[in-house]
């Protein structure tokens, strides 16, 4: 026997193939004839292909439809739906009466059905899912003969099952009815009766009949967008109900748009609320749908446009800083890496913040600055300015993308960024005068404040004055005073200091005045006489108690009360006189090497240990003014509340104690406000203060307080705080004077006036200020006699220093007079002076305008006046008139303005006989008033034409101009008089006036910028010329003219289908033809042409209809369609147009036509051994249109599995294959793909051709994955273990008949013995009566017909003998010693003792580290309930639980409880490990780099590091942890450095590590305190020091010296070279002339420009190079003049003489000495003029001259002798 086929009804199994023969319940076989029905069998159609809808896995199914003819009730082939399924499948053919041979293979192609069958009445046609066409057979004379007859039929019809009753629908005699109004998918039974006239059955009704309605289109499913983030989007849905199916299946598919093409991602359950879609990437869009289809329609949801959420991005790589300039840092970077995502990085954030000034210690740091922000757009760099100089910030850098309302930021990235030094910007503080002698001073001062020092502070510079603003000195210094000497006795110096950074110099200090004074005489080089360390020494050249004596002052507690005193010899008053036998006089500071030593006083007098003590005999030795004997303080009133305080020196003969004063310290408060502190203010030795800001009329308490000690000052017997100081001072007003600066101002506002003054001078203080105020004049009218009114209002009274006047009359003078006011001290009020000023109140515009009277009208003029208006109504002076006239007529009309100062006017040019309106309005300086407006009509004129023009001529007419001509005007044939002035043409659209045309005295004129194909109406009329120029003639008649059609617009022409297989001698073109306003004509004529042999001939009848002219788009579009082509050939077309004057074309179209092919024949398709792996092979299709095929398309997809009872179509892959034959491999075992072959045409790939389809199912293998199984404890039967696991994925199968094998092992001690095992179609296995007390494993392997697969993961579990409760209420209280933990327990439920609990803990993580570490501590054990938990890692978190230990050989209850908690933070205890880095050491900057501590002995929160050094201030922080180096600018070169670094947490710092660098060698350094000395020999000495800069060697100096200025050359000439020489690094001094000679001896001596100016370089020279210079400014002293005045000359006894030559001045010549001898006379004098006037000569007389010039340093060589001779 052969493979046996059954053919059956879906559900019903009807007739059975085998061997060739068919079988069915009765006998079908007619004479061995094939089976024939009747009709033709063909395959189900889907999807437009032959897809099978009714795979299965039972095996393979040909599936026909039968056609309505075939399908019987009974034995025969039928079905509800008409559907047969042939099976290949087991079975025998063994029964039937009749066997007809017919081949298996012509089952699926044709099977012929006899009519011998045909016994069903009714024939079911044009099925729907609610309508079906009903046939039968026709009455036929035999039904018409019955009796009673059968006249027509009723069809009875109802739903199967629902067991209504037949309704009955009455049907004529026809062989036919449509029944609509079915519901969808649903089994309905007919049956169709005879009926005779009188409604009578007249025989029984035919066999029931049934039929299923097809399934109706799916409802449109509820599809939103629910949410969405970056990288996943979930969808809502309604699921529709069964109902809404309009089918009893219904498959629902999840689609996306992928290129324009909507492909299927996934099926989703009908009943499905939510999708979720992930996968997706971030800001990138897409469109989702749902697509449900049933057996037989198919619809769609809405599409979802979504766009995913933006993703923060990465943080940014290469983050640096630099600094351009001190107040600027570029900071720069590299964009983060945003290659899995679609989003945009747009632009940056860029925070910073001041972290502290580099020159402020830690304590001196400013309070922390707020971030500033700043953000870029996409640049990579930014520059941050306006930044602190020498500061170091913290910067942080976050990439930010678009996001909906804003941006989302990413990982922001910190670094360090310091700027560079400048030069301080503050000077220094608090400049005193510390030291004051006859020639000399010292200055002290503190530097400027840390954060105005940009920098290193290297040194001072400082400069000091006499009053005549000659700067006596200057220089530098690197402490914070500086000792000045070699001053002038008693004159008053101003000293001014700056900082220096090695960026430059701050500005100065404000300008401190101080005078040198001499403070007595002392012995140089002796010490003062010490007894008990409280004395101090005073001399003098003539002290007062005798001559050349050394005189002390005795403390009081050691004076002798009388006079005498066993001891040294003490005088009476305390003063001690040493006498000396032999040495010699005592004589003052030039005497000081024979001052004799003080005698030895051998009695110890230490009484007074401490300074400052309120002994009163201590009190004594130490100096205090003596306010009540001598003036001490004076007071100069600078202001009112300013006053300049000055007081005299301590002296010892006038005051109290005992010196030296080292200070003054002036004290001062108001009296009677004992409870104010009292102001100190430390004034060094300076003798005056200014004080400011003090309150007017108020008493102050003054005091000055002399100071003695070095480092800090001591004050003396501090008063107590309600005691009186001595000294009174009452700030005053004196008289109060006039306001100043009065002004008045009306703000150009109506009637307002301003006044507005300043505070009068003086001291007294304004309690208020009187005003008045009156009208003087209204300046519109002037008084006659020149007198003004002045009516005052007033007095009124104001506090503030301005007053605003309101409601005053416009443009009037006002008179304001002011008078401050101030309180008397007697009581009651002071008057001030009077001040007074007048103010003008603004102009504002007239009241009105006078109303214009119609004075004279002729027929082209008009004279019109009016009267003038009160100057009360005028508010400002007068300025003009300004008219409008206004005059229509019946085509045009005329407007004329102007001004005039006049009270009339005369117009004309007017229009004659017309009316016209009159605007007036006058104006002022104030605006202008309202208009005045009349009206009034020209006179009529005589010179009016009668012009019976009546003929225009066109000349030329185009789309656009027309050209008009007439004949001239004839005054005897128009019957006018008059001259013609001009011809003027109106042109008219319709009703509208376009333009009017001024021709002249043209006879012709072309109208052009018209409208194409457009009617116009010309006219025209006459203008005269005469006595009265202007009037119009008459109109003359229409003239109409009609403009030509424009070319129309382009047309346009595209192919708009390519033939397809079904279209193969078909194209559709798609036309685009103008509108109507393209036209550019009324008419439009539009044609297809075609290009043939004899050239472009039309195709087709003419393309535009009538209805297309209200189409008012630029373009309408058409299509049409020819057919008949010719495959495989070159067509072309084009569109024609053609209006009434115009033709145009399109561009051609040209295209090739396609060719067609059929299918492939004979497609199979098979597996192979290989699992996933097809073979395919098929013949040649038959080739058509003689276009060769080159190549075959395999495309292969994936159908289904098996296994999932589910099919898909997902498109796997194609291939191009030049065989008739493919292997496709690398496809998934067990699963159903659809082959397509379709061949491909020679150059036409674009071709679809048709393609045929074939199934393969690939071969399978063991299934795939891991089952994971879990055990289920089921706590009412303790002795029963129940495992279960998720189901394998039905893609996972691999092969038929999934089931599993389970495996159950004991394992009680070292044995693992196989307890159980059994196999399971199931995803589930329990196992009974297990043993109790037993630990058991279990496993589960999945397999199906091709075996085994991979064994699953082990799961165990143990049987107790009985169940205990967990513990409760578990607790823990975090000490710093540990962690306490509590819980209560439960009572011991089942037979197992509870022996004790376990605590097993776990270190999770380490809070400071990112990572987990899971670490299992050992156990703890214990019987109670509580428990101290010791020796913990600090700031970390672990995780305890505690069970129950059960007596039962130690095993551990089933039932755990966990509690978490976090360990006490402490400080961290690890250094960082820190080291130099050599590589990136410099001169003036180390750095060093360190290794972060590990985040396990952080132990807290990281809060900075913090690091300190030789090299800086105190301690400084770093807020960023990512921080791994620190440079230390500004250092000094060849010096060693400790560096020290820590971290500090939120508990408190950790260990310092160290490390030590050495900066490297550097330039030498620059301080030299260079100046210079000038010598009597008036040689200039140059004096330097080493720097004090850097350590670094020297090996030499170079020193230059450039004249830059002389008495000849104001300014050195370009191309003078500066002299320089090169010393040894140990000379300290060299004479400048040296310099200027190159080390060489001056031949001459002196050879310096007397009275210059030279600019003396010095730098320093090491192996490294020249250091910075130091510069100095030498002035040389003036010097006798080297030369002689020349060219003397007498003339009338004047004689007169040249200049001496400036080269040999060598100074300002100051005057001139000459000498007369002659006639026994010798005369010498003195002149300060280049000539003399010789007086008292002797006639006759010969005499000689000489003369020679002078400077402040002598005078110079005498010039030759000139003798002259007097003339008689």
Request: glycine share 8%.
């Amino acid at each position: 026997m052969g493979s046996i086929i059954q053919l059956c009804v879906i559900g019903t199994i009807l007739l059975t193939v085998t061997d060739g023969c068919i079988m069915g319940s009765r006998n079908m076989c007619n004479s061995g004839t094939p089976l024939m029905f009747g009709g033709r069998i063909q395959p189900l159609p889907r999807d437009g292909g032959l897809v099978d809808p009714f795979w299965n896995n039972e095996g393979r199914r040909f599936v026909f439809l039968v056609p309505p003819g075939g399908r019987r009730n009974g034995g025969g082939l039928r079905g509800a739906r008409g559907v047969i399924v042939i099976n290949e499948g087991a079975g025998r053919c063994s029964r039937g009466n009749g066997q007809c041979p017919i081949p298996a293979t012509d089952i699926p192609c044709e099977m012929p059905i006899s009519d011998t069958i045909l016994d069903e009445p009714l024939i079911f046609s044009n099925i729907t899912s609610t309508s079906v066409m009903v046939t039968w057979e026709a009455l036929d004379e035999k039904a018409r003969q019955r009796n009673p007859p059968i006249t027509w039929y009723a069809l009875k019809i109802r739903e199967v099952g629902s067991g209504e009753s037949f309704p009955s629908i009455p049907v004529s005699s026809g062989a036919f009815h449509r029944v609509g109004e079915l519901t969808p998918d649903t089994l309905y039974q007919f049956q169709l009766v005879p009926m005779s006239e009188d409604v009578t059955e007249v025989i029984n009704p035919l066999r029931n009949q049934t039929m299923r309605t097809l399934c109706g289109v799916p409802s449109t499913p509820s599809f939103l967008e629910s949410s969405t983030t970056s990288r996943s989007v979930t969808f809502d849905i309604i699921p529709l109900t069964p109902d809404d199916w309009q089918c009893s299946d219904l498959t629902t598919t999840l689609q996306v748009l992928n290129d324009y093409v909507w492909e299927d991602i996934r099926p989703i359950e009908n009943s499905a609320t939510s999708v979720v879609v992930d996968g997706l990437t971030p800001c990138s869009s897409y469109s989702y749908r749902l697509k449900l289809s049933n057996l037989h329609e198919t619809s769609h949801s809405d599409a979802q446009d979504i766009t995913t959420d933006e993703e923060a991005p990465g943080e940014v790589t290469s983050a640096s800083s630099e600094s351009t300039s001190p107040q600027t840092l570029n900071v720069s970077w590299t964009p983060p890496d945003m290659s899995d995502t679609a989003c945009e990085v747009v632009s940056y954030r860029i925070q910073y913040s001041l972290v502290g000034h580099m020159s402020c210690p830690l304590d001196e740091q400013p309070a922390d600055e707020a971030h500033q922000v700043v953000y870029t757009e996409r640049d990579t760099s930014i520059p941050l300015i306006q930044l602190e100089h020498y500061a170091e910030y913290n910067i942080s850098i976050t990439p930010l993308v678009v996001a909906p309302g804003g941006s989302t930021a990413g990982e922001a990235v910190s670094l360090i960024g310091n700027t560079s030094s400048a030069a301080p910007s503050e000077a220094p503080r608090e400049v005193i005068l510390k030291g004051v002698a006859k020639t000399q001073l010292t200055f002290r001062w503190r530097p400027p404040p840390c954060t105005t020092q940009n920098g290193v502070i290297t040194g001072y510079a400082y400069v000091i004055a006499d009053n005549s603003g000659e700067m006596s000195n200057s220089g530098t210094v690197d402490t914070t005073s500086v000792k000045i000497s070699d001053l002038d006795q008693d004159t008053e110096y101003t000293f001014k200091v700056a900082a220096l950074t090695s960026a430059g110099i701050g500005p100065y200090s404000s300008p401190v005045k101080e005078t040198t004074r001499s403070r007595g005489n002392e012995c140089s080089g002796k010490q003062p006489l010490q007894v008990g360390g409280m004395l101090s020494s005073l001399t003098g050249d003539t002290p007062p108690w005798g001559s050349g004596q050394p005189i002390f002052i005795v403390p009081h507690h050691l004076r002798s009360r009388n006079g005498r005193r066993t001891g040294p010899p003490f005088r009476p008053g305390g003063i001690i006189r040493i006498k000396r036998s032999t040495q010699s006089p005592c004589s003052g500071s030039s005497g000081a090497a024979n001052c004799p030593t003080p005698p030895e006083i051998t009695e110890s007098m230490d009484v007074c240990p401490l300074a400052g003590s309120a002994d009163e005999n201590c009190g004594a030795a130490y100096p205090r003014f003596s306010y009540d004997r001598e003036d001490v303080m004076s007071f100069v009133r600078l202001d009112r509340t300013e006053v300049k305080v000055t007081w005299r020196d301590w002296s010892l003969t006038k005051d109290r104690g005992v010196g030296p004063v080292t200070g003054y310290l002036l004290r001062y408060r108001r009296r009677h406000q004992r409870i104010e502190p009292v102001i100190e203010i430390p004034k060094g030795m300076s003798l005056y203060h200014e004080l400011f800001n003090l309150t007017a009329n108020a008493d102050y308490e003054f005091e000055v307080v002399a100071l003695k000690g070095e480092g800090r000052m001591e004050i003396i017997q501090p008063r107590a705080m309600d005691a009186e100081l001595p000294v009174l001072y009452r700030t005053g007003c004196g008289e109060l004077d006039p306001v100043q600066n009065l002004t008045v101002t009306n703000n150009g506002e109506y009637g307002t006036l301003v006044v507005s003054w300043d505070t009068p001078i003086g001291f007294c203080t304004v309690q208020y200020y009187e005003y008045v105020y009156g009208e003087l004049s209204m300046k519109a009218c002037p008084d006659e006699g020149g007198e003004r009114h002045f009516s005052p209002r007033g007095p009124f009274d104001t506090t503030e220093n301005n007053i605003t006047l309101t409601y005053l009359g416009d443009y009037t003078e006002y008179n304001i007079s002011i008078i401050p006011v101030t309180l008397d001290p007697e009581g009651g009020y002071l008057n001030g002076e009077e001040t007074s000023i007048v103010g003008t109140t603004s102009e504002n515009a007239p009241t009105r305008t006078p109303t214009p009277t119609l004075t004279t009208t002729n027929p082209t003029s008009v004279v019109i006046s009016w009267s003038n208006l009160s100057c009360w109504e005028m508010a400002g002076e007068f300025t003009m008139y300004s008219y409008i006239l206004r005059q229509s007529w019946e085509y045009d009309g005329l407007e004329i303005n102007g001004t005039t100062t006049e009270n009339t006017v005369e117009i004309e040019g007017l229009i004659a006989y017309a009316n016209f309106t009159f605007e007036l309005q006058i104006h002022s300086t104030g605006g202008a008033a309202p208009v005045s407006i009349i009206s009034g009509r020209t006179d009529s004129s005589t010179e009016l034409f009668h012009s019976n023009l009546t003929v225009l001529v066109t000349e030329n007419v185009t789309s656009s101009s027309v050209t008009l001509s007439w004949r001239a005007w004839d005054p005897e044939i128009d019957n006018g008089t008059g001259t013609v002035q001009s011809y003027i043409i109106s042109v008219s659209q319709g009703d509208n006036l376009i333009d009017i045309i001024d021709a002249g005295l043209n006879l012709s004129v072309t109208v052009e910028s018209l409208d194409f194909d457009t009617m116009y109406d010309f006219r025209f009329f006459i203008v005269a010329r005469g006595p009265v120029p202007g009037v119009r003639g008459l109109i003359s008649d229409p003239h109409f003219v009609q403009t030509h059609c424009a070319v129309p617009s382009r047309p346009g022409l595209e192919l708009k289908l390519l033939p397809k297989t079904e279209l193969l001698n078909k194209v559709i073109l798609k036309l685009q033809i103008p509108g109507e306003a393209g036209w550019r004509c009324r008419n439009l004529a539009a044609h297809l042409q075609k290009e043939g042999d004899g050239g472009w001939t039309n195709d087709g009848e003419q393309l535009i209809n009538n209805y297309m002219k209200g189409t008012e788009t630029d373009y309408y579009e058409d299509f049409v369609q020819r057919e008949d082509l010719v495959p495989c050939s070159e067509v072309a077309y084009r569109v024609q147009l053609v209006n009434d004057h115009h033709t145009v074309y399109s561009e051609p179209l040209r295209f090739t036509t396609l060719g067609k092919l059929s299918n492939v024949r004979d497609l199979t398709v098979a597996e192979t051994e290989e699992p996933g792996e097809l073979f395919v092979d098929w013949e040649v299709p038959e080739v058509i249109n003689n276009c060769p095929i080159t190549s075959y398309i395999v495309e292969y997809n994936l159908f289904g599995t098996p296994t999932c009872q589910r099919n898909i179509k997902q498109y796997i892959d194609s291939k191009i294959v030049n065989e008739t034959q493919a292997r496709i491999p690398d496809l998934e075992p067990y699963r159903h793909y659809t082959i397509e072959v379709s061949p491909v045409l020679t150059g036409y790939a674009g071709n679809v051709p048709e393609r045929e389809y074939g199934i393969g199912l690939t071969r399978g293998h063991e299934p795939i994955g891991i089952l994971e199984p879990v055990v289920e404890i089921n706590a009412s039967s303790i002795r029963e273990l129940k495992f279960s696991w998720r189901e394998l994925p039905c893609e996972t199968h691999n092969g038929p008949n999934l089931t599993y094998l389970c495996e159950l092992y004991l394992t009680n001690g070292r044995r693992h013995i196989l307890e159980d095992s059994m196999v399971a179609d199931s995803e589930t296995c329990t196992f009974e009566n297990l043993k109790a007390c037993g630990n058991y494993s279990f496993r589960v392997t999945p397999g199906n017909d091709y075996g085994l697969g991979n064994v699953s993961h082990e799961v165990t579990a143990r049987i107790s003998a009985t169940a205990l409760g967990p513990v409760e209420n578990i607790s823990t209280v975090v000490l710093p010693e540990g962690v306490a933990v509590r819980w209560e327990r439960d009572e011991v439920s089942g037979l197992c003792p509870v022996a004790g609990y376990k605590l097993n803990y776990m270190l999770q993580r380490q809070q400071a580290c990112r990572y987990c570490i899971d670490e299992v501590q050992r156990p703890i054990y214990t019987n109670g309930t509580s428990y101290l938990i010791e020796n913990l890692t600090a700031f970390s978190t672990y995780k305890i639980n505690i069970s129950v230990q059960l007596d039962e050989q130690g095993s551990v209850g089933l039932v755990l409880r966990e509690k978490i908690f976090t360990s006490k933070s402490t400080a961290p205890t690890e250094a960082p490990v820190v080291r130099v880095d050599t590589s990136l050491s410099k001169s003036q900057s180390l750095t060093f780099k360190w290794n972060p501590i590990n985040c396990t002995a952080l132990n807290g929160i990281f809060k900075q590091y913090t690091f300190k050094s030789n090299g800086t201030k105190g301690e400084i922080g770093i807020s960023n942890r990512r921080r791994r180096s620190r440079t230390l600018p500004n250092l000094i070169p060849c010096t060693t450095y400790q560096f020290q670094i820590r971290v500090v947490n939120s508990i408190g710092g950790g260990p310092f590590g160290s490390a030590f660098g050495t900066t490297a060698i550097g330039k030498p350094g620059r301080d030299f305190s260079l100046s210079s000395e000038t010598r009597d020999d008036k040689t200039v000495i140059l004096h330097w020091q080493r720097s004090a800069q850097n350590p670094c060697p020297i090996d030499h100096y170079v020193i230059g010296a450039l004249l830059t200025d002389d008495l000849c050359e104001e300014v050195i000439p370009r191309g003078h070279e500066r002299e320089e020489m090169t010393l040894a690094g140990t000379v300290t001094s060299i004479r400048l002339e040296e310099i200027l000679m190159n080390g060489n001896d001056p031949e001459d001596g002196n050879n310096l420009k007397a009275r210059s100016i030279y600019q003396v370089t010095l730098r320093a020279r090491n192996s490294i190079g020249d250091g910075e210079e130091d510069f100095l400014e030498v002035r040389t002293p003036e010097l006798a003049p080297s030369g002689s005045p020349g060219a003397i000359a007498q003339v009338m006894g004047t004689i007169s003489w040249s200049e001496v030559p400036c080269k040999e001045r060598n100074g300002v010549i100051v005057d001139y000495e000459f000498a007369l001898s002659g006639d026994g006379i010798v005369r010498t004098d003195v002149s300060t003029r280049k000539e003399v006037t010789l007086t008292g000569l002797v006639a006759g007389s010969t005499y000689s001259f000489k003369v020679r010039a002078g400077t402040s340093a002598g005078y110079g060589p005498w010039s030759e002798e000139v003798h002259f001779q007097v003339n008689e």
